[in-house]
């Protein structure tokens, strides 16, 4: 479902295409190629309205819509990701591995920090306005940052940890000035930040034992988003039962409204949106490409979050999150420079 991330899905993608950037080259392509001019700046366009997408339109069904069930909209979008990719899998035109039993055990433990991500960052967004989402999700990488330097060994340079920083700082400070301030989304979001960052940890010490389980040794994107969604689906009606949203369901009318089932499909569809362009996006162009327009992504759709959402602000809030945008094109620009050089 970044699969989420950013949103959901774009926060799992972000974790995932780590990974896929560096088996690019022996990642499995379509049995169908469809040859297009400009395939660079088409597939990052495709990519940055498809992430900017999947946010805005999350937070309208679960704003603008008091949609009071954020872990069954959760559940519908993956449910949506799985029927597409088994469809597109069955016509060969995407490769995924069979899911197995020896498969599902490996990938357990690491779905249900995926399925925590997924529904911390929806309860977040109902209470916190898209910007500050945006900018509290760079603490992630300061969790992050901390947990590959005790787990992996892993030094950073001045840049990388002088950018984290700044982040911590933007953070700060945009909470501080934060008009629409919710004490209890921006506690959904720091466990979200924790989530995240355990996935990106846990993901890259489970993907290697999965792979040796797999038929081809391999585990695509496209194997990455069936597997992540089917499993989170028990998970997530497990869930719903336990936060009681069954009751609500069955009271909303928002259940009878065409429009809002129509706006609920388009959410799960741009979701799944995300993984096809990243990966196009990421195969035209590169990692450091890829990472950079992730980042300055984030600038037009804070922008667009306020002003869609009529979100009041003042003068000190909107420079610590411009501040906190620019921290994050910093960070990318900084692990770009620490992976040429290592």
């Known amino acids: ?21 560096k088996d690019k080259e022996r990642t499995p392509r379509s ?35 008091d949609f009071n069930a954020g872990i069954s909209l959760m559940l519908y979008q993956n449910l949506i990701s799985v029927v597409i990719v088994s469809v597109l899998s069955i016509m060969g035109l995407v490769s995924t591995e069979p899911l197995t ?4 055990k490996v990938w357990l433990p690491v779905n249900v920090i995926f399925v925590g991500m997924l529904v911390t960052s929806m309860f977040s967004l109902r209470y916190i306005n898209v910007a500050m989402v945006t900018v509290l999700k760079n603490v992630t990488n300061v969790i992050t940052a901390l947990g590959e330097m005790y787990l992996f060994k ?12 700044l982040m911590i700082i ?9 008009l629409s301030f919710n004490a209890i989304g921006y506690a959904w979001q720091t466990l979200n930040c924790f989530l995240t960052a355990s996935y990106s ?27 992540n969604n089917t499993l989170s689906l028990p998970l997530g009606f497990f869930l719903i039962v336990v ?7 069955l009271r909303t009318p928002l259940l009878r409204l065409p429009s809002f ?15 096809f362009t990243s990966m196009w996006f990421l195969h035209q162009t590169g990692a450091t490409t890829y990472s950079l327009v992730g980042s300055l992504n984030k600038i037009p759709l804070s922008v667009a979050g306020i002003l869609l959402f009529k979100v009041p602000t003042s003068l000190e809030n909107a420079a610590s999150i411009f501040f906190g945008l620019l921290a994050g094109v910093f960070f990318a620009r900084a692990k770009i420079r620490e992976k040429s050089q290592s």
């Not at 088409?42 to 805005?56: E, N, T, W």
């Not at 933007?170 to 934060?178: N, R, V, Y």
């Not at 388009?266 to 799944?272: E, K, V, Y």
């Open 154 to 165: 892993k030094h950073h340079d001045g840049k990388v940890w002088a950018a984290l920083f």
């Open 31 to 65: 049995a169908r190629v469809i040859k297009v001019h400009n395939q660079a700046l088409l597939s990052g366009l495709a990519y940055c309205f498809s992430s900017c997408g999947m946010i805005l339109v999350n937070k309208f069904v679960l704003s603008s819509y």
């Open 101 to 104: 039993w020896r498969l599902i």
């Open 1 to 21: 479902m970044k699969m989420m991330p950013s949103s959901p899905n774009e926060e799992q993608l972000d974790v995932e295409n780590s990974k896929l950037d």
């Open 243 to 249: 936060f009681n949203e069954v009751d609500y369901l």
């Open 261 to 275: 089932w129509l706006v609920m499909t388009f959410s799960g569809i741009l979701g799944l949106a995300i993984s």
């Open 170 to 178: 933007s953070a700060i400070t945009g909470g501080i000035t934060d």
């Open 201 to 227: 940890l846990t993901l890259r010490r489970v993907m290697d034992t999965a792979k040796q389980v797999t038929k081809s040794g391999n585990l695509n994107e496209f194997s990455m988003v069936l597997l």
